[in-house]
């Protein structure tokens, strides 16, 4: 786990990890100044972190995160309000240290180099390429604007992308608009038919595309992006469209699920209350309660 895409955490396969900070972290990396100055932070200890960094970890070595806070407190650098955390994502943004095994409840750390010595690298037209070439091809049809926003990229260099994977994708214009998907992928391939789906927060069903409005009404957006701040609720989608969110509680006697729907007339929330009961049904889960 690292932070290549819009500075947040994602799992990413190993071979790939090294070209994807490569493309991506150093435009994050760059807008950085502003935060380090709000931490006191600068070049300078950055630099003298990283070979700490370094030092401790090298020959497959692994340190869980107090461990580290604690060693830089030690040498008299500060890790409060946000700072130890901050040097931890820089650095791993740079391609210095990832995340490594858990030790118990605590998150290990190691150097990127040790962990993924076989991690592929590619050239910048390359790593582009291959990066447009698999967003489209599991969020397509999709758009330059919700690639780039997805990649936390420029608009230029998601087009560079999309020129780049162009022979393996294919396009068509939607109410004015230029949609991409993989061309692997065959028209009429997938059955359309009625379906519940129950999504965890964050999910790339929603999170995925910077315009969510062909699944999500906008009315309805506060509801399931509260304060538009970056924080996505569970989701139930019926039929492909956002109809409400869900919540769980895990109890002694079983599992109490909260489903509160965005529209929808009481028939209609009946009815797709059995279809979420079903969905638990199929996993095993013990159903104790729904709340309307």
């Known amino acids: 786990m690292t932070w290549p895409m819009r500075g947040t955490i994602h799992f990413v396969p190993a071979e790939d990890v090294k070209w994807m900070l490569k493309l991506l972290a150093t435009r994050t990396l760059a807008k950085d100044a502003r935060r380090q100055k709000q931490l006191e932070l600068n070049q300078e200890i950055i630099e003298r972190v990283k070979q700490m960094f370094y030092d401790v970890l090298c020959g497959n070595k692994r340190k869980t995160r107090p461990q580290l806070m604690q060693m830089l407190e030690e040498e008299g650098i500060s890790t409060k309000n946000q700072r130890g955390y901050h040097l931890l994502w820089y650095l791993s943004q740079s391609g210095l240290i990832c995340q490594g095994p858990r030790e118990g409840k605590q998150q290990t750390f190691v150097l990127l180099e040790e962990w993924v010595p076989s991690a592929k690298e590619f050239s910048m037209e390359e790593s582009i390429g291959i990066l447009a070439e ?114 769980r509680s895990i109890k002694s006697k079983g599992i109490d699920i909260e489903f509160d729907f965005v529209y929808f007339s009481n028939r209609q929330r009946r009815e797709h209350y059995q279809g979420c009961r079903a969905i638990l049904f199929i996993y095993g889960a013990t159903f104790s309660s729904g709340i309307f």
């Open 134 to 247: 698999r967003y489209f091809t599991g969020h397509g049809p999709a758009t330059v604007q919700d690639f780039a926003w997805w990649a936390g990229i420029t608009l230029s260099n998601a087009r560079q992308g999309i020129e780049a994977a162009k022979s393996r994708l294919v396009s068509d214009k939607i109410n004015g608009q230029e949609y991409w998907w993989a061309g692997s992928l065959q028209d009429g391939s997938m059955e359309e038919r009625p379906s519940v789906y129950l999504l965890p927060g964050f999910d790339e069903y929603l999170l995925g595309y910077k315009d969510r409005s062909a699944v999500l009404r906008a009315e309805y957006a506060p509801r399931i992006i509260p304060g538009n701040n970056g924080m996505f609720m569970p989701t139930i989608v019926i039929d492909g469209q956002i109809a409400g969110i869900w919540k």
